[in-house]
C-alpha cells in the first residue's frame, strides 16, 4: 500500500511542478524571462527552445535583454518571438535584443487569469487521474487478497489526503498568479 501512495504522491508532484512550469510562461505585469520559456526558433531547421541558443535578462520591470550565443541565428529569433501569441516587438540591436514590454490592459489582464485558470483545471484533472488510477491499484490489491476491507479503506481515505493536498497546492499557486497579473 505504501509503495501504491508513494507512486501517486510522485505523479501529483510532477503534475503540479508541470502546472508551475507552464504559469511561469504567462506574463504578468513585469517583464520575466520565463515568459520566454515557450519560444521555439527554427535553428538550421529545427525547433530549438529559446534559452539553449541565448541568455534571457531583465535589467528592469520593462525591458527584457535577449543575448544570443551565435549572433548569426539572432534574426530567427526575432522571427520567432514575432509569431509567438505574446505580442512583442524585439528590436535588433545587432548582438542583442531588447524586448519592451508593454503594461497590460485591464482587457489583458483577465484574459490571462483566465488562462491560468484553465491551465489550473488542467492540473487539478491529472491530479485527479492520479488519484483514480491510485484506487484502482489498491482496488486490484484488495481482489488479489493482498488487503483487508478496512486497509483498501484507509488506503483510499490516504489518497485522498493527497489529492487534497495537491489540488490546495494548486488553487493556492493560482491565487497568487493572478495577484500577479491584476496587479497594477
Same mark, same amino acid.
Given at each position: +500500500?505504501?509503495? %501504491?501512495?508513494?507512486?501517486?504522491?510522485?505523479?501529483?508532484?510532477?503534475?503540479?511542478?508541470?502546472?508551475? #512550469?507552464?504559469?511561469?510562461?504567462?506574463?504578468?505585469?513585469?517583464?520575466?524571462?520565463?515568459?520566454? $520559456?515557450?519560444?521555439?526558433? $527554427? @535553428? @538550421? !531547421?529545427?525547433?530549438?527552445?529559446? #534559452?539553449?541558443?541565448?541568455?534571457?535578462?531583465?535589467?528592469?520591470?520593462?525591458?527584457?535583454?535577449?543575448?544570443?550565443?551565435?549572433?548569426?541565428?539572432?534574426?530567427? =529569433?526575432?522571427?520567432? =518571438?514575432?509569431?509567438?501569441?505574446? !505580442?512583442?516587438?524585439?528590436?535588433?540591436?545587432?548582438?542583442?535584443?531588447?524586448?519592451?514590454?508593454?503594461?497590460? #490592459?485591464? &482587457?489583458?489582464?483577465?484574459?490571462?487569469?483566465?488562462?491560468?485558470?484553465? +491551465?489550473? /483545471?488542467?492540473?487539478? %484533472?491529472? %491530479?485527479?487521474?492520479?488519484?483514480?488510477?491510485? #484506487?484502482? /491499484?489498491?482496488?486490484?490489491?484488495?481482489?488479489?487478497?493482498?488487503?483487508?476491507?478496512?486497509?483498501?479503506?484507509? !488506503?483510499?481515505?490516504?489518497?485522498?489526503?493527497?489529492?487534497? &493536498?495537491?489540488?490546495?497546492?494548486?488553487?493556492?499557486?493560482?491565487?497568487?498568479?493572478?495577484?500577479? =497579473?491584476?496587479?497594477?
Amino acid at each position: +500500500m505504501k509503495a %501504491v501512495l508513494d507512486e501517486a504522491r510522485t505523479r501529483m508532484q510532477k503534475s503540479l511542478e508541470a502546472f508551475e #512550469n507552464n504559469i511561469a510562461a504567462v506574463r504578468t505585469g513585469r517583464a520575466n524571462p520565463a515568459i520566454l $520559456n515557450r519560444i521555439q526558433v $527554427n @535553428y @538550421y !531547421g529545427a525547433q530549438t527552445p529559446l #534559452n539553449q541558443l541565448a541568455t534571457v535578462s531583465s535589467p528592469d520591470a520593462r525591458t527584457l535583454v535577449i543575448t544570443p550565443f551565435d549572433k548569426s541565428v539572432a534574426k530567427d =529569433i526575432e522571427k520567432a =518571438i514575432r509569431e509567438s501569441d505574446l !505580442g512583442f516587438n524585439p528590436n535588433n540591436r545587432g548582438d542583442s535584443l531588447f524586448i519592451s514590454v508593454p503594461p497590460l #490592459n485591464d &482587457e489583458r489582464r483577465r484574459a490571462l487569469v483566465k488562462q491560468v485558470k484553465t +491551465m489550473a /483545471e488542467e492540473a487539478r %484533472v491529472a %491530479v485527479r487521474n492520479v488519484r483514480r488510477d491510485a #484506487n484502482e /491499484e489498491l482496488k486490484e490489491m484488495r481482489k488479489e487478497n493482498l488487503l483487508t476491507d478496512d486497509e483498501l479503506r484507509q !488506503g483510499e481515505n490516504d489518497v485522498q489526503r493527497l489529492t487534497d &493536498e495537491f489540488v490546495g497546492q494548486i488553487d493556492k499557486r493560482v491565487k497568487s498568479k493572478e495577484e500577479d =497579473i491584476m496587479a497594477v
